[in-house]
């Protein structure tokens, strides 16, 4: 027993150095989600609670509803800047061994820094042809661009947040096209990242080692984004005037998609491992998107509109993804498939100043509530965003039309009561402690566009 747990030792060492290398990152949190998901893009996205997302002309649509890129025939250049911070809170309700935490009842608070790209052109002069082809590229990368694969994947004595932390690379492509009169069609390739390494070393039972070989590979996996739009004037009585002038609706699917690292692990200790070597193997993955189906409407008055947006997220897939997670497998969790409402209204004040708000419900598609070892804890949560936009038609020094966006959103986390386990204890299905969750999350954007 001596020996292994030395080695054991050993071995973990090389795994955590294999694993900083493939994150790059120090200091990271669990989650489960996407800043798009999670947030939103774009100010406008915060701004509504996506609940007018499908129905938002700017280059986040390749993510919401590629479709919505054929809205706007203007190209643009979108640069922004996105800020979240976590207030997550833990409430210790008792039990035989409670676990002392450093940070007291705050449990998170690292926040999530993303720099926004993005780029949408008419590519119509590439072909022969006259119908319009648009193409749309978004991107968005942590810690203010300095982090492409930003996550940690751990079992927690104390407790952890599934829904909140870093965010990953967040990257799409799409290109969208009028099908037919007042109907446009969106196609994206959503872009994950899945990393692959593989360490061969000797070791003695001190851990010094050496003939050490280490290979790193992360791969691209695309996962399909489509989506339909319907202006129901132009589509129904193009030659005359209705009431369905100012009605659109719009559909749209995204597939799932996550985020893998997986390490494999020799070790050979003369003498005692032979030269094939003691094989360790970790596989986890991290932010986690369900198959997302979006419906939404969107009605105009005047200088006003109003959207609502139902989406239904297929959470239940997770419990299978688990099954091949070498840190989570044993925690036995269980997922719900979820309903969000999302309601927002927009109103331009004038020709430049436009105000945005919106409200949106989530129920946590978590259904355990208890996770043997990883103890994750979520919460329902209720979303707020306010938002203002200025778009300057001739603006100084510029040839071409320049938008300004900040967005808000914040986020209430209703109170939850969670059992911790651990398989160290005598009994694991014991709770050690119960304990009480909730939290605020206050999450800030702003962009600049430049529309050609």
Partial sequence: MSVLSRFGGAGCVAGVLCSASLLSVSTAHANMGNIASTYGVLPQDLASAQALSLFNPQVSATYYNPAYLARDPRGELTVGLFHAEH???????????????????????????????????????????????????????????????????????????????????????????????????????????????????????????????????????????????????????????????????????????????????FATIPGMVGSIGLPLSIQTLDSFQPEIVAVGAMYQWGRARLGVTGEWQRWSRLEKELEGDTIKEQANLRFRDIVIPRVGAEVRLNDLLTVTGGLAWEKSPLESDRSLDVNYLDNDRLIVGLGLSAEFREPPVLAFPLRVDIGYQYHHLRDREFDLTSSRQDDPDVPYERVRSDGDVHAIAGSITLKF
């Avoid at 990368?141 to 952890?160: D, H, N």
């Avoid at 070791?203 to 050496?210: A, P, Y």
Wanted: with cysteine; glycine share 10%; aromatic share 8%.
């Fill in 87 to 265: 207030e997550l809170r833990l409430e210790s309700l008792g039990g035989p061994d409670p676990v002392i935490r450093e940070g007291g009842d705050v449990l998170e608070d690292a926040p999530s820094q993303h720099l926004l790209i993005g780029m949408k052109t008419n590519l119509t002069s590439l072909t022969q042809y006259n119908r319009p082809i648009y193409l749309g590229f978004m991107a968005g990368v942590e810690k203010y661009g300095r982090e492409m694969l930003a996550f940690e994947s751990t079992t927690s004595s104390e407790g952890q947040f599934f829904n909140y932390g870093r965010q990953p690379l967040f990257l799409n492509l799409g290109g969208a096209m009028n099908l037919w009169r007042g109907i446009d069609v969106g196609l994206t390739a959503r872009v994950t990242l899945h990393a692959d390494a593989t360490l061969r070393t000797w070791t003695d039972l001190d851990g010094e080692t050496s003939h050490e070989s280490l290979a790193v590979e992360a791969k691209p996996v695309l996962r399909p984004i489509a989506g339909v739009n319907v202006r129901w004037g132009d589509t129904v009585c193009a030659q005359t005037d209705c009431w369905l002038d100012n009605l659109e609706t719009a559909v749209a699917y995204r597939g799932y998609s996550n985020t893998r690292t997986k390490v494999d692990a």
